[in-house]
């Protein structure tokens, strides 16, 4: 496993759209070793893949309840509830500001060996659920943020 540089918002592959994986390989095994390396290291609660360069439709997330790994994620269904939080991004660092996001959000994505698998994130998972997947698509949450957060408002 080795760390990867993560890139920040100025970067323009930050704004391209990632590619499908096709290809279930020792490659894309290497790239999720080191994503998830990156990501604890970071002590962030999510990454994707063109946040250290590759546009691969890859992502990894532990939120602080496991570790999960998202190859070519997507939303099914999420609840017309919304929720109105805080979020912040390893590619902006020092910054926060207040998004609107589902309350809950079904994600279907492929595991490393290719297999299915569906997943459901309540308040803080679905909120980093789509905050990573818009990664995949060149969306950052500064896009799409209600307002920013002050210095002093930032715990
Ligand atoms: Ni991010």
């Known amino acids: 496993m080795a760390l990867r540089k993560i890139v920040t918002k100025e970067d323009p592959v930050l704004r391209k759209i990632s590619r499908k994986v096709e290809v279930f390989d020792k490659r894309l095994w290497d790239l999720l070793d080191d994503m998830k390396e990156t990501l604890y290291k970071a002590e962030g609660a999510g990454l994707a893949a063109p946040q250290v360069g590759v546009l691969k439709r890859v992502v990894v997330i532990d939120v602080g309840d ?40 079904i994600v279907k994505a492929q595991n490393r060996e290719g297999k299915w698998v569906i997943y459901k994130g309540e308040d803080l998972k679905a909120r980093c659920f789509c905050h990573e997947l818009d990664h995949l698509d060149g969306t950052l949450y500064i896009d799409k943020v209600v307002r920013m957060l002050e210095p002093d408002e930032v715990e």
């Open 66 to 105: 496991g570790y999960i790994e998202l190859v070519n994620p997507e939303i099914t269904e999420k609840s017309e509830e919304i929720q109105e939080e805080a979020e912040g991004c390893l590619s902006v660092p020092g910054e926060y500001g207040i998004t609107r996001r589902p309350k809950w959000v």
